[in-house]
């Protein structure tokens, strides 16, 4: 997958391929972790986000 992501950056259509990386296994991990609170979830996906910037 990192490979696609790198395409798409290399052609200008994503940004940064690390970020869409790290938006990816941060899905991959909520899905596992299914039985989260949805607002833990928020709270947690609120902070994260700060590290995208």
Known sequence: MRDIFD???RHRII?????W???RE???SVSR???MMANEYYQCA???S???A
């Open 26 to 28: 941060l899905r991959n």
């Open 7 to 9: 395409k798409m950056e």
């Open 46 to 48: 609120d902070k994260e």
């Open 33 to 35: 972790d299914y039985p």
């Open 15 to 19: 940004g940064r391929a690390e970020d």
């Open 21 to 23: 990386s790290y938006i």
């Open 50 to 52: 700060g590290n995208l």
